[in-house]
T-cell receptor, first 111, second 110 residues
Framework: SQTIHQWPATLVQPVGSPLSLECTVE??????LYWYRQAAGRGLQLLFY??????ISSEVPQNLSASRPQDRQFILSSKKLLLSDSGFYLC??????????FGPGTRLTVL | DAKTTQPPSMDCAEGRAANLPCNHS???????VYWYRQIHSQGPQYIIH???NNETNEMASLIITEDRKSSTLILPHATLRDTAVYYC???????????FGQGTTLQVKP
């Protein structure tokens, strides 16, 4: 069966520090991969999606970037974190034409 | 922007059916209706989806009106663990891009 992993589960970072969040999927090949963010008290917002290695589409302008170095690995990064980057970051995967499934999320607090 | 409208909150007694409505009056012919729920501090959980016909699985039933402008998610026997935010989402068949609205906060009470 398919499994999606995210780490770390929680993270506290100072303003201006770099960020790297990792997401990996097991049990499937060539999935679509997605990064969402949920700010405190707000709904989920799609940040990036990828249909293949090295292929990244950005949905909103922001301080973050995404990369897909391997088929089942999706990384969310920032060179310098802002206070507004705080939130709950969720990775999701989807097989072609199928339902989208979410990981457990990473809760990021920028101080 | 989300293409759906849901009531912000609902209550349901434990053991009773929970009926969560969703309006999607601008839905297109190739757009599916998806339902997810999010329990506090967890990732969204897929519940069910449909295009035209009513659907049922082990978690819930989805009733879509004939004109497809609205739908209802039915949890047949709500338990306390069903307390969550429920999201109704319309999505074109192959994009996978879920646009979440504010959802309905369902509170199941004993």
């Amino acid at each position: 069966s398919q499994t999606i992993h995210q780490w770390p589960a929680t993270l506290v970072q100072p303003v201006g520090s770099p960020l790297s969040l990792e997401c990996t999927v097991e049990g499937t090949s060539n999935p679509n991969l997605y990064w969402y963010r949920q700010a405190a008290g707000r709904g989920l917002q799609l940040l990036f999606y990828s249909v293949g290695i090295g292929q990244i589409s950005s949905e909103v302008p922001q301080n973050l970037s995404a990369s897909r170095p391997q088929d089942r690995q999706f990384i969310l990064s920032s060179k310098k974190l802002l206070l507004s980057d705080s939130g709950f970051y969720l990775c999701a995967w989807r097989a072609r034409g199928d339902t989208q499934y979410f990981g457990p999320g990473t809760r990021l607090t920028v101080l | 922007d989300a293409k759906t409208t849901q009531p912000p909150s609902m209550d349901c007694a434990e053991g009773r059916a929970a009926n969560l409505p969703c309006n999607h009056s601008t839905i297109s012919g190739n757009e599916y209706v998806y339902w997810y729920r999010q329990i506090h501090s967890q990732g969204p959980q897929y519940i069910i989806h449909g295009l035209k016909n009513n659907e049922t699985n082990e978690m819930a039933s989805l009733i879509i009106t004939e004109d497809r402008k609205s739908s209802t998610l039915i949890l047949p026997h709500a338990t306390l663990r069903d307390t969550a935010v429920y999201y109704c989402i319309v999505m074109p068949g192959n994009t996978g891009k879920l646009i979440f609205g504010q959802g309905t906060t369902l509170q199941v009470k004993p």
